[in-house]
């Protein structure tokens, strides 16, 4: 597709079980970002990609949250024994430039998948 | 700490009623300021990208306008279909830092 697509859009969980989410960046985008939009909030950064490498992971709020991209596409953000804080929509974006391109590319967002802990 | 704030939270206006939205900063070297619209259920949608105070870019009714600590969003004579909520970033330098920091957005309703 055109755009950044995550799956699933909607995912109910109980408090305590994991949770994976995945994102589909643009072809060919470079780096790849999760951030975590609580309702009437803006997006907060949780970790940032470059190909395959993980750059910054300064905002995963605990341990329990994981990010991957081993192939420098696709990328997993798993959160392991899940909180009711937890509940959010969770945003992928994807650039085409990386850290230190000569001309920075804006980010472009998917729709996110709202995660709800009972 | 990077800070952003946006104001007002919400506002709502008449069709053809121009007005602007703010977004104030405290930033340690700033690398970059982006407008983005979000519809309700939808991610972030870019609209714009400002670099250095002076600075100005307009699509379409948006114009967007960068100084030194803040930036604007002046809309022209709004539609309906411009309601949403319009959020303002920051990009920060330091260490190849290429996280954007988010206000918390302004709230745009267009009556018809």
């Known amino acids: 597709g055109a755009g950044v697509s995550q799956s699933p859009r909607y995912k109910v969980a109980k408090r305590g079980q994991d949770v994976a989410l995945r994102c589909d960046p643009i072809?060919?985008?470079?780096?790849l970002f999760w951030y975590q939009q609580a309702l009437g909030q803006g997006p907060e950064f949780l970790t940032y990609f470059q190909n395959e490498a993980q750059l910054d992971k300064s905002g995963l709020p605990s341990d329990r949250f994981f990010a991957e991209r081993p192939e420098g596409s696709v990328s997993t953000l798993k959160i392991q024994r899940t909180q009711q804080e937890d509940s959010a929509v969770y945003l992928c974006?994807?650039?085409?430039?990386?850290?230190?391109?000569?001309?920075?590319?804006?980010?472009?967002f998917g729709d996110g998948t709202r995660l709800s802990i009972l | 700490e990077d800070q952003v704030t946006q104001s007002p939270e919400a506002l709502r206006l008449q069709e053809g009623e121009s007005s602007s939205l703010n977004c104030s900063y405290t930033v340690s070297g700033l690398r970059g300021l982006f407008w983005y619209r979000q519809d309700p259920g939808k991610g972030p949608e870019f609209l714009f990208t400002?670099?250095?105070a002076g600075e100005e870019k307009e699509k379409e009714r948006l114009k967007a306008t960068l100084t030194k600590k803040e930036s604007f969003l002046h809309i022209t004579a709004p539609k309906p279909e411009d309601s949403a909520t319009y959020l303002c970033a920051v990009r920060t330098a330091g260490g190849g830092n290429e996280k954007l920091t988010f206000g918390t957005g302004t709230r745009l309703t267009i009556i018809p």
């Open positions: 974006a994807s650039s085409l430039a990386g850290q230190g391109a000569r001309a920075y590319q804006p980010q472009h």
């Open positions: 400002l670099y250095s």
């Open positions: 072809s060919g985008h470079v780096s």
